[in-house]
C-alpha cells in the first residue's frame, strides 16, 4: 500500500479482554535470550525491492533490512534516523546529510550516490516500479516517463559530497521530510546493479540492505524469509539475533501455530477467533493503534460499475454497524471516509447519506441506474476475509435484490496483480496503511490519475488540482483545507467504499515478550525478545 496493506482496527470489547486478567504469563520471570529467533507470520509479499515494495508484509521485512532516513515519535512526528538531518529554507530545495558509519551488508560504505542510485531507478518510467509515484514530487520526473523518457536521472538530484546532497522539488513541499521514512526511500548498494541503472534481477531474493538486520540465505516462496542481526549497524542493536518470516495463506493455521508455541507472533487474529482470544491468550492478545482503513473498491472502468449511482447504492445497502458487531464483534468501528483517524484533517463522515444503511432507497437508486444483476467480490484468502466478505454479499442479496458471490484467490498478490491487469474481478476488497503521516497519503496514491495504488481507473483532473494545491500550500492548515475539498469529490464519485477502521490486533507465544505493533502494521523489530 502502503498499499502498504492490511490491518485490523480494534477497541476490544469488554467480552474479550475479561480474560486477559484471569490467564496472565510468566513470561517477565525468564531470561532473555540474545541468541534466540523470532519467527513472525506475514503473506507472501509482492516484491523485496525497496521501489517496488507497496504491501505491508514485504515492508515488514525491508523495516529489518533497511534504515529510513527518518522515523516517526509518539505524535507521528519525523525525527532522523538514518540522516543527520533534512532541512530546508523554502521548502522546495531540500539537503539531507547522512549520519556516517553506516555500511551495506556487504561491507560497502552507504553514501549519497546509494541514494541517488536507487532514486533514479525507482523514479525510471520504463523500470515500472510500483513506488514511482512517490518521486514525482522532484524536479525533472516527467522527463522520465514515457516509452522513450528523455532523462535516466532526475534534475532535481545532486550529489554534495560523499554524505550530503540536495532534492530539489517541481513546487514546494512542507511534508517532504516526512516522507523519507517511507520504503521507497531507501537507499542501494552498488552491488544491486549490473550496470548504471540497471537492476541485477536477483536482487529482490536476497536484497542487501543497511539496516539493523541481514539476509540468511534467499526468499523461499510461500515458506520463508530469515534473517539475522547486522552486528556493524551503528544504530540501536537488535535484542535477538534473528528474525524468522514464516509465510502463511491460512491465519487460521498461524494463530494455532501461536497457541502451541509454533510460531512467535500472529499480526491479526483471525475474525472467527476474536471471541475467544482474550481466554486463549490472556495478556498475549494485544492490541494497539494502527492507520488502515478497510475499502470494498470498485472497478470503474467497467461499464456495469461506471456510473456513481450504483455505487452509491451499494454503499447503502450495507449495514457497516452490524457487520462490526457481528462478524469483528466490535472491534472493527464502521468507516465513512477517505483517512484515517491517526492524521490531522480526518473527519468522522465525510461521505454522509452514502454511508446512511437504508435499504429501500439503495434498492431505488440501483434500479434506476441500471445496476448488474450478479455482483461479485473479491478478496485475498490469505487475509481472513471469508467472513465479512459473506455477510456483506447476504446484505446485497436481500436489499438489493441480486446474486452475490464472494470469490476468493490465495493470495493478496495474485489479488494485486489481476486487478492490475485488469481482469474480471468485479468489486474488490482493498486494504491501505500509511506510508507516511499525512492525509495526502491516503488520497495521492489511491485516487490521483498517476497513484501508485490507483488500482480502480479513477480519473478526476479537480481531484488532482486540488492534491497539487495542497501540496503547495504554505502551511499544515492550508493543506488539509485543499485535501478535505478532494475527499468531499471521493464522497461524490466513490471509486470505493470505506468500510472500517483499523486498529492493530495481535497475539504472541510464550516464547516472547515486548511485542509491539507500529501504526504501519509492522511488529518493533528492534524491542521484541526471545526467552530461555
Not at 522532484?138 to 554534495?160: F, H, T
Not at 490472556?282 to 456495469?304: C, I, N
Not at 507516511?436 to 498517476?450: A, D, F, K, W
Amino acid at each position: 500500500m502502503q498499499l502498504r496493506g492490511l490491518a485490523a482496527l480494534t477497541v476490544v470489547p469488554l467480552a474479550l479482554t475479561l480474560g486477559l486478567a484471569a490467564c496472565g504469563s510468566r513470561e517477565t520471570a525468564r531470561e532473555r535470550d540474545p541468541d534466540g529467533t523470532v519467527r513472525i507470520e506475514i503473506a507472501e509479499p509482492q516484491h523485496l525491492v525497496p521501489t517496488n515494495t507497496v504491501e505491508t508484509s514485504g515492508s515488514q521485512v525491508l523495516s529489518a533490512l533497511f534504515s529510513p532516513l527518518v522515523d516517526y515519535d509518539g505524535q507521528n512526528k519525523p525525527y532522523e534516523e538514518a540522516a543527520e538531518s533534512v532541512t530546508s529554507t523554502d521548502n522546495r530545495v531540500w539537503t539531507v546529510r547522512l549520519k556516517p558509519g553506516y555500511t551495506f551488508h556487504d561491507g560497502e560504505p552507504v553514501t549519497a550516490d546509494s541514494y541517488l542510485d536507487a532514486w533514479n531507478y525507482g523514479a525510471y518510467g520504463p523500470n515500472e516500479q510500483n513506488s514511482s509515484y512517490f518521486f514525482e514530487k522532484i524536479l525533472g520526473y516527467p522527463e522520465l516517463q514515457g516509452e522513450r523518457p528523455k532523462a535516466r536521472e532526475l534534475r532535481g538530484l545532486a550529489r554534495v559530497d560523499e554524505l550530503t546532497f540536495t532534492v530539489t522539488l517541481a513546487e514546494p513541499y512542507a511534508d517532504f521530510r516526512s516522507m523519507l521514512g517511507y520504503t521507497a526511500f531507501y537507499p542501494l548498494p552498488a552491488a544491486a546493479f549490473t550496470a548504471p541503472g540497471v537492476l541485477d534481477e536477483g536482487y529482490g531474493q536476497a536484497p542487501i540492505g543497511q539496516g539493523p538486520f541481514r539476509m540468511r540465505g534467499v526468499w523461499q516462496h510461500d515458506a520463508s524469509i530469515t534473517v539475522e542481526r547486522y552486528d556493524a549497524f551503528p544504530g540501536q542493536q537488535p535484542r535477538v539475533a534473528g528474525v524468522d518470516f514464516r509465510i502463511y495463506q491460512q491465519p487460521g493455521a498461524a494463530y494455532e501455530d501461536v497457541l502451541s508455541d509454533n510460531l512467535d507472533v500472529i499480526k491479526t487474529i483471525p475474525t472467527d477467533r476474536l471471541a475467544t482470544a482474550g481466554a486463549e491468550l490472556g495478556d498475549r492478545f494485544r492490541q494497539s493503534p494502527a492507520s488502515s482503513l478497510e475499502l470494498l473498491a470498485f472497478p470503474t472502468f467497467e461499464k456495469e460499475f461506471a456510473d456513481p449511482r450504483v455505487r452509491r447504492a451499494i454503499s447503502m445497502a450495507i449495514d457497516r454497524e452490524a457487520i462490526s458487531d457481528s462478524v469483528f464483534h466490535g472491534s472493527e468501528p464502521p468507516a465513512r471516509s477517505f483517512v484515517s483517524p491517526v492524521v490531522a484533517g480526518y473527519r468522522e463522515d465525510t461521505i454522509r447519506s452514502a454511508g446512511e444503511h437504508d435499504p429501500a432507497q439503495a434498492r431505488k437508486l440501483y434500479e434506476e441506474a441500471g445496476g448488474p444483476a450478479r455482483i461479485e467480490l473479491s478478496y485475498n484468502n490469505d487475509g481472513g476475509h471469508q467472513a465479512w466478505i459473506e455477510a456483506t454479499c447476504g446484505q446485497l442479496r436481500s436489499n438489493l435484490g441480486v446474486e452475490c458471490v464472494g470469490s476468493a484467490v490465495p493470495r493478496f498478490t495474485d489479488l494485486l496483480t489481476a486487478v492490475e491487469r485488469r481482469e474480471p474481478v468485479g468489486l474488490f476488497r482493498m486494504g491501505w496503511v500509511m506510508d507516511h503521516p499525512s492525509m495526502e497519503n491516503y488520497l495521492g496514491p489511491l485516487y490521483s490519475s498517476t497513484g501508485s495504488a490507483n488500482y480502480y481507473g479513477y480519473a478526476n483532473p479537480q481531484f488532482d488540482r486540488l492534491l497539487a494545491e495542497g501540496a503547495r500550500a504554505a502551511t499544515e492548515e492550508a493543506a488539509i483545507r485543499k485535501y478535505q475539498q478532494a475527499e468531499d469529490l471521493l464522497a461524490r464519485d466513490l471509486p470505493v467504499i470505506p468500510l472500517r477502521h483499523g486498529q492493530n490486533v495481535f497475539g504472541h507465544s510464550t516464547r516472547v515478550r515486548n511485542v509491539e505493533m507500529d501504526l504501519f502494521d509492522r511488529v518493533d523489530l528492534l524491542t521484541v525478545e526471545a526467552l530461555r
